[in-house]
């Protein structure tokens, strides 16, 4: 099933132990479900707490007097404008203003950040950032950690039970509550929850822990993309790729207006595409009936025409219908309108519809 | 009397006076996960050994569940149209996919029986 290069999760024992059924993600052999299954694990995040594991996911650390200026450079950002805990959903974009990956840059101390990358970006990202820095007095760090998500709205409470006071942490924000530890109010579902990087001793007695909890599951990468879908956050490597850009991904409220003017790797590329508008956009879809419309089908208007495709689909166990998402003509992407995926040459109504499919329920206060 | 096979691509079929009724197996519904949409096919369709006749979709993907036999479609689980997940708690049961005609009925002897499905699944 998986190959020699597969890379594995340094607590597989404890995934194995609960059942899990392992698949091939991002290079890595990943918990898909857990003997509950995906739609059990969905709603039990949504209703109590998800314990997921993330180690596929890399964190870096960027320090030294250029620090700042270097992610100024790699990201449409003001690194030096972040308050100390304050995070940043960005990207790193190429010259064309592409998405090389969406990231989380988290301010620790005066000139020392914390990058959270994706698992299938990693490699490229590093070798961005460790090419940038040369430029800068900067050192780009990878970090070898357990990561760990508790996501839904027990975490904050099953966390205290574990003895992790997190009160005074809201949502995009992170701090260093122990030694080696990185810990941010964020997450992937749309719920109130936790990422925590953390040695693998630590993270072994932490699981432990929080499993003892009743309201704490192992939760698996197939609900891990139900969640993100129906909070309709993007995929990268699906809804957001090297040839999107912020702007088609409806994704500029993370570019603060006084950067766009800035200098970073891709800046002149966006401007321009800002100037004329994005030809197409990203937009929720939701079709009729049960049919879930999967990434790669087709999307056409109501006379035939290519509209866009979709590029993430499946079915929401919390909105109990299919949900997607994709890019269509920018013309098209007003909610409402009425277009057909094609799914194995049957045309299925879909709607374009505003996205979070759930609403979100972030602690911002 | 009734008589039941197996396909190596976990399919099921119970056969009674040249009807086939035909399923997935306990292990290819545990493969799939949660079922969330099952495509059913039209009454009278004919269909060759090898052809999709069903596609099965379970919150992450879409799977194809193939003739195992040649023949025409005869009936389909409607039930499945309300409650897909039937096939997720009742496989070989409630949870049945088609009736076909079978047009060869020399075609089951290449099948397996229960024994030789449960060595194959190991």
């Known amino acids: ?365 | 009397m009734a008589k039941t096979y197996f396909t190596e691509d976990h399919e099921w079929l119970r056969v009674d006076g040249g009807v086939a009724t035909v399923g997935i197996t306990d292990y290819a519904q545990e493969q799939l996960g949660d079922l969330v949409f099952v495509e059913l096919p039209e009454i009278g369709r004919k269909l060759a050994k090898g052809d999709t006749a069903v596609v099965v979709e379970s919150v992450k993907a879409a799977s194809d569940v193939y003739a195992p036999v040649d023949g025409e479609i005869t009936e389909a689980n409607a039930s499945l149209s309300a409650d897909p997940s039937l096939v997720n708690s009742a496989a070989t049961g409630d949870g049945w996919l088609w009736k076909m005609k079978l047009s060869d009925e020399s075609q089951l002897a290449s099948l397996m029986d229960e024994a030789a499905y449960k060595a194959h699944i190991g």
């Open chain 1, 1 to 365: 099933m998986t190959g020699e290069d597969t890379k594995h999760l340094p607590l597989e024992d404890l995934h194995q132990a609960a059942g899990a059924r392992f698949g091939a993600f991002a290079g890595w052999s990943m918990p898909l479900t857990y003997p509950p299954g995906v739609m059990k694990e969905h709603l039990h995040t949504r209703e109590h707490a998800g314990l997921f594991d993330i180690s596929h996911m890399k964190l870096f650390a960027v320090s030294g007097p250029g620090a700042a200026a270097l992610l100024n450079r790699a990201c449409p950002l003001d690194a030096g404008a972040l308050d100390i805990s304050q995070s940043k959903y960005t990207f790193f974009l190429n010259e064309a203003a592409g998405i090389i990956d969406d990231l989380i840059v988290t301010r620790l101390g005066d000139d020392r950040f914390m990058v959270v990358a994706n698992a299938g970006n990693a490699v490229e990202d590093e070798r961005h950032l460790r090419a940038l820095a040369g430029d800068f007095d900067a050192r780009v760090e990878p970090l070898d950690r357990v990561f760990l998500a508790i996501q839904g709205p027990d975490a904050w409470a099953t966390l205290a039970r574990a003895g992790i006071e997190t009160g005074s942490l809201l949502f995009m924000h992170g701090i260093e509550p122990r030694k080696n530890w990185f810990m941010s109010r964020s997450g992937y579902t749309g719920e109130d929850g936790f990422e925590i990087g953390l040695p693998e001793a630590d993270a072994r007695d932490l699981v432990t822990t929080l499993l003892k909890d009743e309201r704490v599951q192992w939760i698996g990468l197939a609900a891990r993309d139900s969640l993100r879908l129906e909070a309709g956050l993007c995929l990268h490597g699906q809804d957001l790729t090297p040839g999107i850009d912020p702007a088609s991904a409806g994704l500029m409220w993370a570019i603060p207006k006084e950067v766009r003017a800035g200098h970073f790797i891709g800046a002149d590329a966006l401007r321009s595409i800002l100037e004329s508008g994005p030809a197409q956009k990203r937009v929720g879809l939701k079709p009729d009936g049960r049919q879930p419309v999967r990434a790669g089908a087709a999307l056409v208007d109501a006379d035939g025409n290519p509209a866009g495709h979709v590029t993430s689909g499946g079915f929401g166990p919390s909105t109990g219908h299919p949900v997607a998402m994709g890019y269509v003509d920018t013309a098209l992407a007003k909610a409402g309108t009425k277009l057909f995926a094609d799914v194995r040459g049957t045309k299925i109504p879909v709607d374009v519809t505003p996205l979070p499919f759930t609403p979100h329920r972030y602690r911002k206060g």
